[in-house]
């Protein structure tokens, strides 16, 4: 395989449940990311991951937990979300955190909040 | 107001058209521009890459850079339906990852 993969493709849970979406990029990248996508707004950056270590954290609540165990592998553990929370989120990588390389994205899992 | 504006459309054109889309910005650090192009149903896939102000072209698409204006266009030639898709904007400073996107303008190519 190559590139950006994201499973599962889609999502349904309720509020209560406890779910991971997980990430996998074999492109060699040291670098990665979450971001949500919601209708009508611009992509919003969620966690930066360089070296599976976390750099950033753009004031999400604490219902998302990142985990990156290593430079190819990162997971979005979900708990307790709320409707607000149904989006697509979608896994990028890059080369290096503050490289002058693009970054590539998977197809993203489109979760559903009941 | 928004650091990165582009106008969300949608915008329909015939076949053939030469299509052009644009994002406006505020903040006159961003140094590098990029074009995304996203299908429904998948991710933003990387179409043009530029650095600082200028013409890229590649096939059909030229992207254009105006740093004195604060305004990037994407040029689509002799469009065709399999051009419709969602086309992102996206900028970032020197030496910082953090990505802004735009909101996405949804384009349709009509037969």
């Known amino acids: 395989e190559t590139g950006v993969t994201q499973t599962p493709r889609h999502l349904v849970m309720g509020m209560t449940n406890k779910k991971s979406l997980k990430c996998e990029q074999h492109?060699?990248?040291?670098?990665m990311y979450w971001y949500k996508q919601s209708a009508k707004k611009p992509l919003e950056l969620m966690f930066v991951y360089s070296l599976e270590e976390r750099v950033e954290n753009n004031s999400v609540p604490s219902r998302f937990s990142p985990e990156c165990p290593n430079s190819s592998h990162l997971f979005l553990h979900l708990h307790t979300l709320q409707p607000e929370d149904s989006a697509l989120y979608l896994c990028?990588?890059?080369?290096?955190?503050?490289?002058?390389?693009?970054?590539?994205f998977g197809d993203g899992t489109r979760l559903s909040i009941l | 107001q928004k650091e990165v504006e582009q106008d969300p459309g949608p915008l329909s054109v015939p076949e053939g058209a030469i299509v052009s889309l644009n994002c406006t910005y505020s903040n006159s650090a961003f140094q590098y521009f990029m074009w995304y192009r996203q299908y429904s149903r998948k991710g933003p896939e990387l179409l043009m890459y530029t650095y600082s102000s200028g013409n890229k072209e590649d096939g059909r698409f030229t992207a254009q850079v105006d740093k004195s204006s604060k305004y990037i266009s994407l040029f689509i030639r002799d469009s065709q339906p399999s051009d419709s898709a969602t086309y992102l904007c996206a900028m970032r400073g020197q030496g910082a990852q953090k990505l802004v996107f735009g909101q996405g303008t949804r384009l349709t190519i009509n037969p």
């Open positions: 492109l060699g990248h040291n670098a």
């Open positions: 990028a990588s890059s080369q290096e955190q503050n490289s002058n390389q693009p970054q590539h």
